[in-house]
């Protein structure tokens, strides 16, 4: 399985990805809406996560763009 990680809360997304990882997944963690933006366009995922408040676009915004590809 291969996981999208859109968290700029870093401390967060350390933890979370050290979590998937000890449990085999896969994962790539982004801090910024426009680099989880152009991996979701360049990459296929399983699973996307997003935080909803990002710099340079918010999730909800990529997830709307995802959805519209």
Request: charged share 30%; net charge negative; proline share 1%.
């Amino acid at each position: 399985m291969r996981v999208l990680l859109v968290e700029d809360e870093i401390s967060l997304a350390s933890a979370l990805a050290k979590i998937f990882e000890k449990n085999k997944i896969l994962v790539d963690v982004v801090h910024d809406g426009l680099e989880g933006k152009m991996l979701s366009d360049n990459d296929v995922y399983d699973v996307i996560i997003l935080d909803i408040m990002l710099p340079g676009m918010s999730g909800l915004e990529i997830l709307r763009h995802i959805r519209e590809q």
